[in-house]
């Protein structure tokens, strides 16, 4: 049978320190470990942090960046609109008082008998080949029954050279023009239903509506935002 030696104090002592060293080693390289996976993890959730928070920084830079350069956009788009209007109505104010003007001059039209006659003589021929019939009506001014009469047979005489037919022209002397129209004469058809108006005040509003983009043109120039014309 063999002896079991008892472990002397010295010898207890030392397994004791042994396992002492041993657990103390172990406790050291596992609260390494637990400190390096730590780092780890403070060192990934600082970088999730930091990438999150630049971002949001990144984010909000945007869309400050995208707001101011919208309200730079509203503002520039505001004051082109406005110094726009500006000079349209700059420019309407011009044409305004150029048509204010030659309606205050339109009475210059009728001074100088053998040219005013000659005006007269055009516009009925305007209403006579428009009208196309035999028998016309003209009405005009009293003051200018003497110069519509001569201006009438000269029509007349020129119609029937072009057109190779006769017109009688006849003076309305009971429907006259007013007195204070600029001058002009209406030429009346179709049985007094139709109403050609030829008066210079009719004249003057038909160049201001129909001359008026030639105008403006003549004017200002092309409009460049147009991309048809006419």
Do not use: W
């Amino acid at each position: 049978m063999s002896q079991v030696h008892a472990m002397s104090d010295d010898q207890v002592a030392g397994e004791l320190k042994k396992m002492t060293a041993f657990i103390r080693q172990e406790a050291l390289e596992k609260a390494k470990e637990i400190q390096i996976k730590a780092d780890e993890e403070f060192a990934i959730e600082k970088s999730k942090l930091v990438r999150q928070e630049t971002s949001a920084i990144d984010g909000a830079y945007a869309k400050r960046f995208k707001q101011a350069a919208m309200s730079q956009q509203i503002t520039r788009s505001t004051l082109a609109n406005r110094t726009r209007l500006r000079v349209l109505g700059s420019r309407q104010e011009l044409l305004d008082g150029l048509f204010e003007q030659a309606r205050g001059r339109l009475g210059e039209g009728s001074k100088g008998e053998e040219k005013y006659e000659g005006v007269v003589k055009d516009l009925i021929l305007e209403g006579a080949y428009a009208l196309n019939e035999g028998k016309i009506q003209v009405r005009a001014r009293k003051a200018d029954y003497g110069v519509v009469r001569k201006a009438a047979e000269q029509a007349a005489k020129e119609y029937k050279e072009n057109v190779k037919k006769d017109v009688q022209i006849e003076i309305d002397e009971k429907n006259p023009q007013p007195e204070e129209s600029a001058g002009g004469v209406s030429i009346i058809g179709g049985a007094g239903k139709i109403d050609i108006n030829n008066t210079f005040e009719e004249r003057l509003k038909l160049l201001e509506t129909e001359a008026l983009p030639s105008i403006r043109t003549t004017l200002f120039g092309e409009n460049q935002n147009r991309k048809f014309h006419d």
